[in-house]
C-alpha cells in the first residue's frame, strides 16, 4: 500500500512559471517531510524539507507548503528553469524512527520548456 | 555524491546468476541503505544498516541479501536473479550524529537487467 502518494506523475510547465507538486499521506505519525531532486543518471538528492511545526518553508525559488488537517505538502518552484528539470520524490518519515522508515512517493519527472 | 560510489553502474546477466551490487562511502557515516527504483513506483527500501552488527530488512526484502563489511562498505546480492528484479539501484547513507539525521546522501545507482 502506497503511504506517500504524489501527483502528478508528470508536468510540463514553461519557462518562468510555477511549478507545482502534490503528496498526500496516510500515517498521521509522519513529522518529517523531505523533497529529494534526481538528475538524470544521478542518485536523488535532498532539495528541502519540513516539520509540521510550520505550514510553509521557502529557501530560494523552492517552497514546500505543508496542511497537517488535510495531510498534504506540495513542492512550489516559482520562476521555474530549464535547470529545474528533473524527477521530484515526496518522502514523509517518523522521527521515533529516524530515517530507516524514509517512505516515498512515486516521483514527478518535472519539464521545463524554453 | 562522489563520496558515496556504486560498482558496477551497469550490469546485464541472465536469470539464475549470482550477482553483487557493491556501495563504498567516504563520509563517516554509520547508516547505509539500498534501494530499488522503479518507474512509477519511486523508491522502495530493501534493507538498511546502522552499523556493521546491526541489518535491517526493508520494505522488499525478499530475494535480496547485503552484507556490511566495514563501516564503509555495504553489498547487495541477488542470490538467484529474475527478471523482476530488473532496476535502478541506489545506495545511500546518512549520518546518526547529524543535528538533522533524516537527509540521506545517495550513490550514482546501479542499472541491473536480468534477461
Known amino acids: 500500500q502506497q503511504q506517500v502518494k504524489q501527483s502528478p506523475q508528470s508536468l510540463i510547465v514553461q519557462k518562468g512559471g510555477i511549478s507545482i507538486i502534490n503528496c498526500a499521506y496516510e500515517n498521521t505519525a509522519f513529522d518529517y517531510f523531505p523533497w529529494y531532486q534526481q538528475f538524470p543518471g544521478k542518485g536523488p538528492a535532498l532539495l528541502i524539507a519540513i516539520r509540521p511545526d510550520v505550514s510553509e518553508k521557502k529557501e530560494g525559488r523552492f517552497t514546500i507548503s505543508f496542511n497537517k488537517s488535510a495531510k498534504q505538502f506540495s513542492l512550489h518552484i516559482m520562476d521555474s528553469q530549464p535547470g529545474d528539470s528533473a524527477t521530484y520524490f515526496c518522502?514523509?518519515?517518523?522521527?521515533?524512527?529516524?530515517?530507516?522508515?524514509?517512505?516515498f512517493g512515486t516521483g514527478t519527472r518535472l519539464t521545463i520548456i524554453p | 555524491d562522489a563520496d558515496v560510489t556504486q560498482t558496477p553502474r551497469n550490469r546485464i546477466t541472465k536469470t539464475g546468476k549470482r550477482i553483487m551490487l557493491e556501495c563504498s562511502q567516504t563520509k563517516g557515516h554509520d547508516r547505509m541503505y539500498w534501494y530499488r527504483q522503479d518507474p512509477g513506483l519511486g523508491l522502495r527500501l530493501i534493507y538498511y544498516?546502522?552499523?556493521?552488527?546491526?541489518?535491517n530488512k526493508g520494505e522488499i526484502s525478499d530475494g535480496y541479501s547485503v552484507s556490511r563489511q566495514a563501516q564503509a562498505k555495504f553489498s547487495l546480492s541477488l542470490e538467484s536473479a529474475i527478471p523482476n528484479q530488473t532496476a535502478l539501484y541506489f545506495c545511500?547513507?546518512?549520518?546518526?550524529?547529524?543535528?538533522?539525521?533524516?537527509?540521506?546522501?545517495f550513490g550514482p545507482g546501479t542499472r541491473l537487467t536480468v534477461l
Open positions: 545511500a547513507t546518512s549520518d546518526a550524529l547529524a543535528e538533522v539525521t533524516d537527509t540521506q546522501y
Open positions: 518522502a514523509a518519515t517518523e522521527a521515533n524512527f529516524g530515517n530507516e522508515k524514509l517512505t
Open positions: 544498516s546502522f552499523d556493521v552488527k546491526d541489518i
